[in-house]
């Protein structure tokens, strides 16, 4: 068996191409550890779990954006945090909101930190829409700001009346907003009759 040493400097160069998360059995196939060495690890503080099935080198400080980015590869930025990363509200949200698959186990987001609030969605409509962004260095799949606004009708009580004020005003004055798109996405949402009330007269 390889010495500790040397163990630990597989494991680093194994983190680095994982964004500094890896899955237990990741750990197992890429790096050799066995469940007693991880373990061992654990014990030592070498190791940290950030949550059931995935951890990280303690002594690293990963970002929010890069254990995001590792964990959930699957899910699409939606709400709050896509309003923040579009700049429609200024406050940054103390949650991720991350839209997936309605049938991913609910144990992936049994975690202390980050915070992430999943929007369980259907397959057919998880994808419709989606862009690319990039935060802190991690690049994250999100929603276009036509598809988000038609969102943030459908889920509106979700929103403090000033986030949806403040999503609203900066929506209509942006100048990448695509109108069509907008009625488009709203009426697979089924919200079309609410966008017309709250956005028609402004645009």
């Known amino acids: ?19 500094g998360v890896m899955k237990t059995a990741e750990l197992y196939d890429d790096c050799g550890l066995t469940y007693y060495l991880l373990d061992r690890l654990v014990k030592s503080e070498f190791l940290t779990r950030i949550k059931n099935g995935y951890y990280t080198i303690k002594d690293e400080d990963h970002s929010e954006e890069e254990i995001i980015a590792a ?10 945090t896509a309003l923040y990363a579009y700049g429609y509200l200024k406050e940054k949200p103390f949650c991720w909101h991350i839209a997936i698959d309605k049938n991913t186990s609910k144990s992936r987001f049994m975690m202390d930190y980050p915070v992430v609030v ?18 802190g260095g991690q690049s994250f799949k999100i929603y276009d ?13 979700k929103l403090e009346r000033d986030e949806l004020k403040s999503a609203l005003a900066n929506y ?7 109108v069509d798109n907008l009625i488009k996405y709203a009426k697979e949402r089924k919200v079309l009759k609410k966008c017309e009330t709250m956005l028609g007269v402004w645009l």
């Open 71 to 80: 964990l959930f590869p699957d899910g699409v930025l939606c709400m709050q």
């Open 145 to 157: 700001r036509d598809r988000l606004m038609a969102d943030v009708l459908k889920y509106e009580k």
């Open 118 to 135: 999943p929007y369980y969605t259907e397959e057919e409509v998880l994808m419709m829409g989606t862009t690319s962004v990039t935060i």
């Open 172 to 178: 209509i004055v942006d100048d990448k907003k695509n």
């Open 1 to 19: 068996m390889e010495n500790l040493d040397s163990v630990k400097e597989k494991i680093k160069e194994e983190m680095k191409k994982h964004s």
